[in-house]
């Protein structure tokens, strides 16, 4: 029942970052260079050389990022050169990712690139796999003292 939901929840918020307006954009023929942080829904047509922090996220086609990214939710259409940590990342056909990629959810569509280590974290799983490996090597212990 708690994957269900979780499930429910990956979905919630991300039509709430669906739904929400857009309040920044980076236009095409706009180059940024040093640290970006922000709130809401922000959309990068252009350029971005340096760390990323904030909400809901969108890399348009024209877009590039060289630097990491750390936001709750990421919609990838153009081009990523480091690493990115995001509670949900959608790697769309003209996305093109070079770097670690961490996320509790990801969706990738045929045509998309991504070239790097992919770290899927659920905690939930994660700790449930940890007690039972800790059972299990308890026993082993016992035996063989």
Do not use: W, Y
Not at 15 to 41: N, Q
Not at 104 to 127: M, R
Request: hydrophobic share 35%; aromatic share 2%; net charge neutral.
């Amino acid at each position: 029942m708690a994957m269900f939901n979780k499930k429910d929840s990956f979905e919630q918020a991300s039509e709430k970052a669906d739904k929400e307006a857009i309040s920044s954009i980076i236009d095409s023929r706009m180059v940024v260079k040093g640290e970006l942080t922000f709130e809401g829904k922000a959309r990068i047509d252009g350029t971005i050389e340096g760390n990323i922090k904030g909400e809901h996220l969108i890399l348009s086609e024209s877009g590039t990022i060289t630097g990491n990214i750390q936001v709750a939710t990421f919609v990838c259409h153009g081009t990523v050169e480091g690493n990115i940590k995001s509670d949900m990342i959608t790697a769309r056909k003209t996305c093109k990712i070079h770097g670690l990629i961490e996320s509790n959810s990801l969706s990738v569509e045929p045509g998309a690139s991504l070239d790097g280590e992919v770290k899927i974290a659920n905690k939930d799983l994660h700790l449930v796999s940890e007690k039972k490996s800790a059972d299990i090597k308890q026993p082993q212990k016992t035996a063989k003292s």
